[in-house]
């Protein structure tokens, strides 16, 4: 026999205050309103006074501005959708990245050395490596946006793995400098894997940008 989420004790429904208060420490882990949502539903917070009261206990128990979130989720779904639309008349770029635990390299689209530097600072394993190496070939791109003189493009980031990255953490840092971002993992035949290894270094700003909107071959 399963017990009632809407009651404490045998009769004696739960208030909305009393639950926020008996989970906080659940709840702080939610991430999205769908889920605060799910479980008003659960425990019978589905009439307007008992939803208020939710989203106010949200508040003032846990310190969860349930609103502020919602307006969050709101602007980023609807910046994302303006920022494809504007992406889509402008440049595609291709950019590829690899890294050692010593130095990263980024490639333009036909895959020729155009950025080979040692890290500033030691990176604690290969994701540490390769997730800096492709923060420098997003900040690439996002001067050959600014040189193009487009408001947003899309990326292709050819990375040599990607086992461990934080995707969407580097989708957001692309789409704050206008870029919607394509990656890919190339395995085989990956021209940035190849040189990465380089013993030279090798700085951008000596070299054409356009090289990272024309087709790779």
């Not at 589905?46 to 009261?53: A, C, E, G, N, P």
């Not at 890294?99 to 604690?124: K, N, P, Q």
């Amino acid at each position: 026999m399963t017990t009632d989420p809407t009651t404490s004790g045998l009769f004696t429904p739960i208030t909305p205050e009393d639950m926020v208060r008996d989970r906080a420490s659940d709840l702080w882990t939610y991430t999205s309103t769908d889920e605060f949502d799910s479980l008003a539903t659960e425990y019978g917070f589905t009439t307007d006074d008992l939803s208020q009261r939710y989203v106010q206990a949200l508040l003032d128990v846990a310190g969860i501005d349930y609103d502020g979130l919602r307006q969050d989720e709101i602007l980023g779904a609807t910046s994302g959708a303006n920022l494809v639309r504007k992406a889509a008349t402008g440049p595609a770029l291709t950019v590829w990245s690899a890294a050692t635990l010593d130095a990263f390299t980024v490639c333009a689209a036909a895959g020729r050395m155009i950025w080979h530097e040692r890290f500033g600072a030691d990176m604690v394993d290969g994701v540490d490596a390769a997730t800096a190496s492709a923060e420098k070939a997003i900040e690439l791109a996002a001067h050959a946006l600014r040189e193009w003189g487009a408001e947003a493009g899309v990326l292709r980031l050819n990375l040599a793995r990607s086992r461990g990255l934080d995707y969407e953490r580097l989708r957001r840092i692309a789409a704050t400098a206008g870029l919607v971002l394509d990656i890919a993992t190339v395995a085989v035949r990956n021209p940035v894997a190849e040189q990465c290894t380089y013993p030279d270094q090798v700085f951008w700003r000596a070299v054409d940008l356009q090289e990272l909107w024309e087709s790779a071959s």
